[in-house]
């Protein structure tokens, strides 16, 4: 049995290692934990958003949308970020538990702003004192 040490790093690894060593991890991390759960399907997102040709996503009303790949990077929303020289970034909040979102995506040749919550529950609050 083994897990990450922490999310970040473990968000890292599925980063630069892909899927298939975030299928490794949820294959040797039995657990029943929601919170567990989430954090594992939260890191295998981020890895496909950024490897995969495309990636295929169930939004609010229930209907599939086809996202392009883009590309990750971590942000601090307190600072702010440079992406100006990328046409579609994923970014990726620094804080473990950033309120009302796990995701933003910005497409700037569609001009597209998309918060993304990462959630494997069949329901989701949608916060709004976090914007």
Known sequence: YYAPISKFVATQLALK???????????????N????????????????????????VTNKSGHEETWEPSTVIDFNPKEGCNITLQPRVCLKPTKWNQGGYDAVIVDKDKRLVRFVQVTIGEKHELKLQHF
Not at 18 to 25: I, K, L, N, R, T
Not at 33 to 56: Q, T
């Open 17 to 31: 290692l892909g899927e298939s060593f975030v299928h490794e991890v949820m294959t040797s991390v039995v657990t």
């Open 33 to 56: 934990n929601p919170s567990m759960k989430g954090f594992l399907f939260e890191m295998l997102f981020f890895a496909r958003v950024g490897r995969m040709a495309e990636l295929i």
